[in-house]
């Protein structure tokens, strides 16, 4: 009797549950007070941590902004876009 074996992806890819992450860039319309704002309001930010994540998108050309699973990402990215802002998803430690 032969046995058929079930062929596995053993990815790393495929084995890690790593977190996505939200990135906001830097764009030429929104002012920086207005990106501050965005991350208050919308993330729920303290003043300083909305100000430090708005001077890396502005100094460094993007920040992460928010980690946890894909699907919350990629609401959290239309709602960026919904206020303007650039913004994507990516796999964490991509």
């Known amino acids: 009797m032969s046995q058929v074996l079930e062929e596995v992806d053993l990815s790393v890819d ?12 830097n764009d030429p319309v929104n002012l920086m007070t207005y990106v501050s704002y965005v991350f208050r309001s919308y993330f729920g930010h303290t003043r300083e941590e909305a100000e430090r994540l708005m001077l890396l998108v502005h100094n460094e050309g993007r920040a992460v902004v928010a980690t946890g ?21 990516a796999k964490d430690g991509a």
């Open 14 to 25: 495929a084995l890690s549950d790593h977190p996505w992450v939200t990135i906001v860039w």
């Open 69 to 89: 699973g894909r699907e919350e990402m990629e609401r959290h990215v239309e709602a960026m876009h919904d206020f303007g802002l650039w913004a994507t998803l």
